[in-house]
């Protein structure tokens, strides 16, 4: 049973990784969305098997809001914003797809470096995700560096915020409950300023191509 | 041997009117050394070690001649390809008269030859260095040989600075140790160099001899020269420089690694494996995008050397964590590569010679249909090619066999970087194989396949029977030596035993199959492969004849879309390559330009061009920029040199005060 | 001896099977097309008819053209030997997965090269891009085989099977599944599928295997045909035994046999169905949207790789 479920916990966390993989190297904005969607509810499936594995119920709270949140309500008022704004499906990456996949190939070979000696010292069940997640973050900045438009830079820090999820929680069963409360509603509130100027940025530029950005220098 | 070496050069300094009669003494007296050298080899491997001292210097200790397996191998290696450049040179040579200077060829050749029979046979510091040189010096003057050519001094040129360079490196790291130890014999050194040097030392010796003897070999990012210097010389001289003369490099580094130094530091290895992977792609990536034949094969040997250093920093990493069994795979695997490569790339370059000697052309875009005018060339490259795109049952497919195998055991070790490093080192040789694979596709249908693309291509013929006899020798060892791989192990074991201290032959071979770890993990028998294959391609034949019965073959034009087909229509090379350098664009930065020819219509154009050039990368970022310093830095400092006698002695004046200070 | 002559019986059925998954995988094809489409003992008519045929053979071509259909053919026959469908019996011992590898590496070499030797510009263009897309996914294939022998510790493709089948559920992981996956991409480019080629177009230009045929005919042409088939089966029967082979026979008794006989007809219509699936549903990618694909392969299989030795 035991090992069914540590199985069941790796399958779920190469799954967030995959689809960390799967959203630098797709091309349309909204299938980028839907994979996002997929990974909050890996991640919340991965937290839910933790929880059971443990017993700690406040980590069932946090699962159940990760999927509600993440994988339904956030998603939701993405592809709301896009269809206001009638954005192009194309993501405009800066970097071409070959070379950003083999990039992020390297982030998690770093991830998986770096974080070798903390795993050794884990006591945690969920020991070896931690160089997982750490790859899930750098790969979410990455997507924040290379990809110019600004809905793609509000999923790369989504992506951020689930590999920091998921490190918290392959360390230390998670955070106290109150800090991962005060996260979510951080992050609710940040998706919404994002969703305005969003729409702002659309307005003065005609274009979600934040590199028109640098003409605010001028 | 080397008697016999220094009776083919008086031979040919005596003969110098006769040119004929030169060609014929000199490279004859050489087929036969090479022959005795093979003889000594294999009796080296049969009875043991054989040491001979002669002058004994008081200081310099004995000048000692040990060849142990390890030298054996190698000199083994020298002496078939020697061989076969002789025979081969017998009808190649022939051209030159009336050209250029044969007494030059015919004496330089013999002392190339002997230099590097005396390289691997030398057991002493100064007499390696004194044969290194000697080797460098006369390669040298036979990359210069065909002087004439536009580009040929200065390649030659180029090819002396880097081979000094690197001999400068090597004679640092090789006195340093003598230094250590006390002594220059190699015997000494392997006893006691290892003891009281600091870590620091031991890896900065390293080091120079990493990039000294690289230099030779032509590793990233130290291998210019050799695509410009292999494909100048003579045929013949590029069959030795690629097949051999690039080894004997790979030589002193496997014996400077681990009988002087005693690899025990793991970087070493990782390093290592770093650099194999490294130049594997590079060199492949370049070969690919070349037009001329034998530089492309020229790259394609730096592409080899890569792999083969892909599998001596594989064994250096499994000796420094001390598993020998695994770094004696290793090791075997790497020496096995070393052989064939030889024997496979000198093939190449012969034969690639007859081309160019045929065609009297360079260029794979202007030949084209030699198959069918150059049969027996044809079929002699296409088994060089099978070998090197390592296809089975050819030689090539076995060493590259056990290569992968020696990379996948690497996870029994435990430590992170060098499981993800073996795992890339294995993607890289993955990819470097299947791109060697297009590499050899693409030269070998551009210059024998489809339709001639020039009247030279059309007017060529076969070579002369010496050349034929010379290239099929070393095309029918790339067959047996495959074949056979499971016979020639136990021997190539004896030499890599010397160097780890242990003995796999009996567990990788089993009568006639190749076994890693007694058949659990993986077998392979080339023998049976080969025999399967060359039964069933005649029992097809007979089964499809029996099949729906007898049918008509004719022959008709290759379907045209009622368009006459000229060789315009064939894809060239650089069209064949042309998807994998878009790919890889991002490493080649290559240029490219679009030209229109004013017209008066800007919706339709009379003319257009287009041209895409690879720029030198490693020429114009590294050498280019330290050249340059070079430059400056002596033009800062000429102006020391005043020229009036005065201030030379003011300088010795000066000097001169400073000493007696210091020195109160 | 008897292992043996199971092996060969194994091969045999291997040989027979295959233009039959052609047949099957064009009439699903053809199904989801909503067209009725060919019957699917079809190939067999075809070789068939191909084999009476005369063949015209370029007058420009050398010897490799005569010699390309029967070096594939023979090829593809002594792999088969190698590769175990419903019981662990194979003539492994003559090679292992890597030697696989390499024998179609060989098949290919052939084809290309004889796809230059009409001197015709669609050979050409199929040779240069078979050539790069064999290139890029080569490294994937070995690193998904890599995935294999690090969960097996062997690469003898009979020992992987029968360690994988006896093992129960205890080495199914992340790493087994993302090299499937990685495999499953190896099959569609090695093999010509969308969304790698499209192994039924009649437009030159977007063809990669089918140019390297364009110039056969009759019997050389019948050969260079059932090679391809023979290729697709053997694909789809390494990707079952080497990373999910439950089901197959580990011992030779009756019924083990006919139950490692029945699922392993199963398995073969299973991805042939995917594939059909897989071919109905999207369209070829362009050639220089491949690296795109075949990365994305790469990266899984090096995901594969790096799964099992952090989890």
Same mark, same amino acid.
């Given at each position: 049973?035991?090992?069914?479920?540590?199985?069941?916990?790796?399958?779920?966390?190469?799954?967030?990784?995959?689809?960390?993989?799967?959203?630098?190297?797709?091309?349309?904005?909204?299938?980028?969305?839907?994979?996002?969607?997929?990974?909050?509810?890996?991640?919340?499936?991965?937290?839910?098997?933790?929880?059971?594995?443990?017993?700690?119920?406040?980590?069932?709270?946090?699962?159940?809001?990760?999927?509600?949140?993440?994988?339904?309500?956030?998603?939701?008022?993405?592809?709301?914003?896009?269809?206001?704004?009638?954005?192009?499906?194309?993501?405009?990456?800066?970097?071409?797809?070959?070379?950003?996949?083999?990039?992020?190939?390297?982030?998690?070979?770093?991830?998986?470096?770096?974080?070798?000696?903390?795993?050794?010292?884990?006591?945690?069940?969920?020991?070896?995700?931690?160089?997982?997640?750490?790859?899930?973050?750098?790969?979410?900045?990455?997507?924040?560096?290379?990809?110019?438009?600004?809905?793609?830079?509000?999923?790369?820090?989504?992506?951020?915020?689930?590999?920091?999820?998921?490190?918290?929680?392959?360390?230390?069963?998670?955070?106290?409950?109150?800090?991962?409360?005060?996260?979510?509603?951080?992050?609710?509130?940040?998706?919404?300023?994002?969703?305005?100027?969003?729409?702002?940025?659309?307005?003065?530029?005609?274009?979600?191509?934040?590199?028109?950005?640098?003409?605010?220098?001028? | 041997?080397?008697?016999?070496?220094?009776?083919?050069?008086?031979?040919?300094?005596?003969?110098?009117?006769?040119?004929?009669?030169?060609?014929?003494?000199?490279?004859?007296?050489?087929?036969?050394?090479?022959?005795?050298?093979?003889?000594?080899?294999?009796?080296?491997?049969?009875?043991?070690?054989?040491?001979?001292?002669?002058?004994?210097?008081?200081?310099?200790?004995?000048?000692?001649?040990?060849?142990?397996?390890?030298?054996?191998?190698?000199?083994?290696?020298?002496?078939?390809?020697?061989?076969?450049?002789?025979?081969?040179?017998?009808?190649?040579?022939?051209?030159?008269?009336?050209?250029?200077?044969?007494?030059?060829?015919?004496?330089?050749?013999?002392?190339?030859?002997?230099?590097?029979?005396?390289?691997?046979?030398?057991?002493?510091?100064?007499?390696?260095?004194?044969?290194?040189?000697?080797?460098?010096?006369?390669?040298?003057?036979?990359?210069?040989?065909?002087?004439?050519?536009?580009?040929?001094?200065?390649?030659?040129?180029?090819?002396?600075?880097?081979?000094?360079?690197?001999?400068?490196?090597?004679?640092?790291?090789?006195?340093?140790?003598?230094?250590?130890?006390?002594?220059?014999?190699?015997?000494?050194?392997?006893?006691?160099?290892?003891?009281?040097?600091?870590?620091?030392?031991?890896?900065?010796?390293?080091?120079?001899?990493?990039?000294?003897?690289?230099?030779?070999?032509?590793?990233?990012?130290?291998?210019?020269?050799?695509?410009?210097?292999?494909?100048?010389?003579?045929?013949?001289?590029?069959?030795?420089?690629?097949?051999?003369?690039?080894?004997?490099?790979?030589?002193?580094?496997?014996?400077?690694?681990?009988?002087?130094?005693?690899?025990?530091?793991?970087?070493?290895?990782?390093?290592?494996?770093?650099?194999?992977?490294?130049?594997?792609?590079?060199?492949?990536?370049?070969?690919?995008?070349?037009?001329?034949?034998?530089?492309?094969?020229?790259?394609?040997?730096?592409?080899?050397?890569?792999?083969?250093?892909?599998?001596?920093?594989?064994?250096?990493?499994?000796?420094?964590?001390?598993?020998?069994?695994?770094?004696?795979?290793?090791?075997?695997?790497?020496?096995?590569?070393?052989?064939?490569?030889?024997?496979?790339?000198?093939?190449?370059?012969?034969?690639?010679?007859?081309?160019?000697?045929?065609?009297?052309?360079?260029?794979?875009?202007?030949?084209?249909?030699?198959?069918?005018?150059?049969?027996?060339?044809?079929?002699?490259?296409?088994?060089?090619?099978?070998?090197?795109?390592?296809?089975?049952?050819?030689?090539?497919?076995?060493?590259?066999?056990?290569?992968?195998?020696?990379?996948?055991?690497?996870?029994?070790?435990?430590?992170?970087?060098?499981?993800?490093?073996?795992?890339?080192?294995?993607?890289?040789?993955?990819?470097?194989?299947?791109?060697?694979?297009?590499?050899?596709?693409?030269?070998?249908?551009?210059?024998?396949?489809?339709?001639?693309?020039?009247?030279?291509?059309?007017?060529?013929?076969?070579?002369?029977?010496?050349?034929?006899?010379?290239?099929?020798?070393?095309?029918?060892?790339?067959?047996?030596?495959?074949?056979?791989?499971?016979?020639?192990?136990?021997?190539?074991?004896?030499?890599?035993?010397?160097?780890?201290?242990?003995?796999?032959?009996?567990?990788?071979?089993?009568?006639?199959?190749?076994?890693?770890?007694?058949?659990?993990? +993986? =077998?392979?028998? /080339?023998? $049976?492969?080969? #025999?399967? @294959?060359?039964?069933?391609?005649?029992? *097809?034949? !007979?089964? &499809?004849?029996?099949?729906?019965?007898?049918?008509?073959?004719?022959?008709?034009?290759?379907?045209?879309?009622?368009?006459?087909?000229?060789?315009?229509?064939?894809?060239?090379?650089?069209?064949?390559?042309?998807?994998?350098?878009?790919?890889?664009?991002?490493?080649?930065?290559?240029?490219?330009?679009?030209?229109?020819?004013?017209?008066?219509?800007?919706?339709?154009?009379?003319?257009?061009?287009? +041209? =895409?050039?690879? /720029?030198? $990368?490693?020429? #114009?970022? @590294?050498?280019?920029?330290?050249?340059? *310093?070079? !430059?400056? &830095?002596?033009?800062?400092?000429?102006?020391?040199?005043?020229?009036?006698?005065?201030?030379?002695?003011?300088?010795?004046?000066?000097?001169?005060?400073?000493?007696?200070?210091?020195?109160? | 001896?008897?292992?043996?002559?199971?092996?060969?019986?194994?091969?045999?059925?291997?040989?027979?099977?295959?233009?039959?998954?052609?047949?099957?995988?064009?009439?699903?094809?053809?199904?989801?097309?909503?067209?009725?489409?060919?019957?699917?003992?079809?190939?067999?008519?075809?070789?068939?008819?191909?084999?009476?045929?005369?063949?015209?053979?370029?007058?420009?071509?050398?010897?490799?053209?005569?010699?390309?259909?029967?070096?594939?053919?023979?090829?593809?026959?002594?792999?088969?030997?190698?590769?175990?469908?419903?019981?662990?019996?194979?003539?492994?011992?003559?090679?292992?997965?890597?030697?696989?590898?390499?024998?179609?590496?060989?098949?290919?070499?052939?084809?290309?090269?004889?796809?230059?030797?009409?001197?015709?510009?669609?050979?050409?263009?199929?040779?240069?891009?078979?050539?790069?897309?064999?290139?890029?996914?080569?490294?994937?294939?070995?690193?998904?085989?890599?995935?294999?022998?690090?969960?097996?510790?062997?690469?003898?493709?009979?020992?992987?099977?029968?360690?994988?089948?006896?093992?129960?559920?205890?080495?199914?992981?992340?790493?087994?599944?993302?090299?499937?996956?990685?495999?499953?991409?190896?099959?569609?480019?090695?093999?010509?599928?969308?969304?790698?080629?499209?192994?039924?177009?009649?437009?030159?230009?977007?063809?990669?295997?089918?140019?390297?045929?364009?110039?056969?005919?009759?019997?050389?042409?019948?050969?260079?045909?059932?090679?391809?088939?023979?290729?697709?089966?053997?694909?789809?029967?390494?990707?079952?035994?080497?990373?999910?082979?439950?089901?197959?026979?580990?011992?030779?008794?009756?019924?083990?046999?006919?139950?490692?006989?029945?699922?392993?007809?199963?398995?073969?219509?299973?991805?042939?169905?995917?594939?059909?699936?897989?071919?109905?549903?999207?369209?070829?990618?362009?050639?220089?949207?491949?690296?795109?694909?075949?990365?994305?392969?790469?990266?899984?299989?090096?995901?594969?790789?790096?799964?099992?030795?952090?989890?």
């Amino acid at each position: 049973m035991a090992e069914i479920n540590l199985n069941l916990i790796n399958g779920l966390a190469a799954m967030v990784l995959l689809a960390a993989f799967i959203l630098v190297a797709t091309g349309r904005l909204r299938t980028m969305v839907r994979v996002f969607a997929w990974q909050s509810l890996a991640l919340g499936l991965l937290a839910a098997a933790v929880a059971y594995s443990t017993g700690y119920w406040h980590i069932y709270v946090v699962a159940a809001l990760t999927i509600v949140l993440k994988a339904l309500i956030i998603p939701r008022i993405i592809d709301q914003i896009m269809d206001r704004i009638q954005v192009a499906n194309d993501v405009e990456p800066s970097v071409r797809t070959p070379s950003s996949l083999l990039i992020a190939g390297g982030m998690a070979i770093l991830a998986y470096y770096v974080a070798e000696p903390l795993i050794q010292s884990g006591e945690t069940i969920t020991a070896g995700a931690l160089a997982l997640s750490l790859a899930v973050v750098l790969i979410g900045l990455f997507i924040m560096i290379s990809r110019k438009k600004a809905i793609t830079q509000v999923i790369g820090l989504l992506v951020m915020e689930n590999g920091l999820f998921m490190a918290a929680l392959s360390l230390s069963y998670g955070m106290p409950l109150i800090v991962e409360l005060g996260v979510f509603f951080d992050i609710m509130v940040a998706v919404l300023i994002m969703g305005v100027f969003v729409f702002r940025i659309n307005r003065t530029f005609e274009t979600l191509d934040t590199s028109f950005l640098r003409r605010l220098k001028d | 041997m080397i008697a016999l070496g220094a009776i083919a050069t008086t031979a040919a300094l005596v003969t110098a009117r006769k040119e004929r009669l030169c060609i014929q003494l000199s490279f004859g007296i050489s087929a036969v050394a090479a022959i005795m050298g093979l003889l000594t080899s294999i009796s080296v491997f049969l009875e043991g070690d054989l040491t001979f001292e002669f002058i004994a210097f008081p200081f310099l200790g004995p000048f000692v001649i040990a060849i142990d397996p390890l030298a054996a191998l190698f000199l083994a290696s020298i002496s078939i390809v020697g061989l076969a450049a002789a025979i081969y040179s017998l009808g190649y040579v022939p051209q030159f008269i009336g050209k250029y200077s044969i007494v030059k060829f015919c004496a330089l050749f013999p002392i190339f030859l002997i230099s590097m029979a005396m390289v691997v046979a030398s057991s002493n510091v100064l007499l390696f260095l004194i044969f290194w040189e000697l080797m460098s010096l006369s390669s040298y003057l036979l990359v210069a040989y065909e002087h004439k050519e536009e580009g040929a001094a200065s390649a030659a040129w180029l090819y002396f600075v880097m081979a000094h360079l690197g001999t400068a490196c090597i004679a640092a790291c090789l006195l340093y140790l003598s230094y250590a130890s006390g002594s220059l014999d190699f015997h000494q050194i392997a006893l006691y160099a290892g003891q009281g040097m600091t870590e620091l030392a031991r890896s900065s010796a390293f080091l120079l001899a990493l990039v000294g003897f690289g230099a030779k070999a032509g590793i990233v990012p130290l291998h210019v020269w050799l695509p410009q210097a292999h494909p100048t010389a003579p045929s013949n001289v590029s069959a030795l420089m690629s097949g051999v003369m690039v080894k004997l490099a790979v030589y002193m580094l496997i014996r400077t690694a681990f009988q002087f130094l005693h690899v025990d530091i793991l970087w070493w290895g990782l390093l290592t494996l770093f650099i194999g992977s490294l130049t594997a792609l590079i060199g492949v990536l370049y070969a690919i995008a070349e037009k001329d034949v034998k530089r492309a094969l020229a790259f394609s040997t730096v592409e080899n050397v890569g792999v083969i250093l892909i599998a001596l920093g594989a064994a250096m990493v499994f000796y420094a964590q001390d598993m020998l069994q695994l770094a004696a795979l290793a090791l075997v695997a790497c020496l096995l590569h070393v052989l064939f490569h030889s024997l496979f790339k000198s093939l190449l370059f012969l034969a690639a010679g007859s081309v160019v000697h045929a065609t009297g052309t360079k260029d794979m875009e202007r030949m084209g249909g030699l198959a069918k005018r150059m049969r027996y060339t044809s079929l002699l490259f296409f088994v060089g090619a099978l070998s090197i795109s390592a296809i089975p049952p050819f030689n090539g497919f076995v060493s590259e066999w056990l290569i992968f195998q020696s990379l996948l055991l690497s996870y029994t070790i435990q430590d992170v970087t060098v499981n993800l490093l073996m795992a890339i080192a294995l993607g890289m040789l993955a990819l470097t194989g299947a791109l060697a694979a297009a590499c050899f596709v693409r030269i070998f249908g551009s210059v024998f396949l489809a339709r001639p693309r020039s009247e030279v291509a059309k007017q060529a013929k076969e070579a002369n029977r010496g050349m034929l006899l010379a290239m099929s020798i070393l095309a029918v060892l790339c067959l047996l030596t495959g074949v056979l791989s499971a016979q020639i192990i136990p021997f190539v074991d004896q030499a890599s035993a010397d160097i780890v201290g242990v003995s796999i032959g009996s567990q990788i071979t089993d009568g006639w199959v190749l076994e890693v770890n007694g058949g659990e993990v +993986s =077998s392979v028998s /080339p023998i $049976l492969l080969a #025999a399967l @294959l060359g039964l069933m391609i005649p029992f *097809a034949f !007979l089964l &499809v004849r029996s099949l729906g019965g007898r049918t008509t073959r004719a022959k008709g034009d290759t379907w045209d879309c009622g368009t006459p087909l000229s060789p315009r229509n064939e894809y060239t090379p650089t069209g064949h390559s042309q998807p994998i350098l878009r790919i890889f664009n991002p490493l080649y930065r290559s240029k490219s330009s679009f030209t229109f020819d004013p017209s008066s219509s800007p919706y339709s154009k009379q003319k257009m061009g287009y +041209s =895409s050039s690879i /720029p030198k $990368l490693f020429e #114009a970022y @590294l050498y280019e920029p330290v050249a340059r *310093a070079i !430059l400056g &830095v002596a033009k800062r400092a000429s102006v020391i040199q005043a020229g009036s006698v005065q201030r030379y002695l003011a300088y010795i004046f000066a000097a001169l005060v400073i000493l007696l200070l210091v020195f109160r | 001896m008897a292992d043996y002559l199971l092996a060969l019986v194994q091969t045999a059925v291997l040989l027979a099977l295959a233009p039959l998954l052609t047949g099957i995988i064009r009439k699903l094809k053809a199904w989801m097309q909503s067209r009725r489409g060919p019957p699917i003992f079809q190939p067999y008519l075809d070789l068939a008819k191909l084999m009476r045929k005369g063949s015209v053979v370029s007058q420009d071509a050398s010897w490799l053209t005569s010699l390309t259909p029967y070096v594939c053919l023979a090829s593809m026959v002594v792999a088969a030997l190698l590769v175990p469908a419903f019981v662990t019996e194979s003539f492994g011992f003559l090679g292992d997965l890597i030697v696989l590898v390499y024998l179609f590496a060989m098949a290919r070499f052939f084809m290309a090269l004889a796809a230059l030797d009409a001197g015709s510009t669609f050979g050409g263009m199929g040779s240069s891009r078979e050539m790069l897309v064999s290139s890029l996914i080569e490294p994937a294939i070995l690193l998904s085989f890599f995935t294999v022998a690090l969960l097996t510790g062997t690469t003898s493709l009979v020992s992987v099977t029968s360690l994988l089948a006896t093992s129960g559920a205890s080495l199914i992981g992340p790493a087994l599944l993302l090299a499937f996956a990685a495999f499953f991409i190896a099959i569609l480019a090695e093999n010509a599928r969308i969304p790698i080629d499209n192994p039924s177009t009649h437009l030159e230009l977007t063809m990669i295997h089918e140019a390297m045929l364009l110039e056969y005919s009759g019997k050389d042409l019948a050969l260079m045909e059932y090679s391809s088939m023979v290729k697709l089966t053997l694909f789809i029967t390494i990707a079952w035994s080497a990373f999910l082979p439950w089901g197959v026979a580990t011992q030779v008794t009756a019924p083990d046999l006919a139950l490692g006989v029945i699922i392993f007809l199963v398995k073969l219509l299973a991805l042939a169905l995917v594939i059909a699936i897989i071919e109905s549903s999207m369209a070829k990618l362009r050639l220089f949207r491949l690296p795109n694909l075949l990365t994305g392969a790469f990266i899984l299989a090096f995901l594969a790789v790096m799964s099992y030795f952090v989890l």
